[in-house]
């Protein structure tokens, strides 16, 4: 059983930065994917970017790449989702996600089974 509880969301203008956090308790297998997703009023959840936790390696969309980062603390279980230079369309309430896709499948939701509640992130002038 692994829980998980995100935090970190706000309002920011155009341009500017947050970052958000995810504590994960319980047992952390070393096949997770540790993945943020997000869902804007009236649209699908979208995965956002994911960390593999037993080779470290990590996936963008296109749509964030060179934008966010996922990374870890190991020491305090926690995960944390750096974004920079936001837009407006990022706005959106963002959750975290435990779960055993394959490489390929990472950004699909049906694949992870333990989520954080949500943070909401806002973007706007």
């Known amino acids: 059983q692994v829980r998980l509880v995100d935090s970190g969301g706000g309002s920011v203008q155009p341009g500017g930065s947050l970052r958000l956090s995810c504590v994960a308790s319980g047992y952390i297998d070393k096949n997770v994917f540790i993945t943020w997703f997000r869902q804007a009023p009236g649209k699908e959840r979208e995965g956002v970017t994911s960390?593999?936790?037993?080779?470290?390696?990590?996936y963008d969309s296109d749509s964030v790449k060179g934008r966010f980062t996922i990374s870890r603390d190991n020491a305090k279980n926690t995960f944390y989702l750096q974004m920079n230079s936001l837009k407006p369309e990022d706005t959106a309430m963002y959750y975290c996600a435990a779960g055993f896709p394959i490489s390929t499948t990472w950004y699909r939701p049906s694949e992870y089974k333990y989520w954080g509640q949500g943070t909401q992130v806002t973007v706007s002038s």
């Open positions: 960390l593999y936790i037993g080779g470290g390696l990590t």
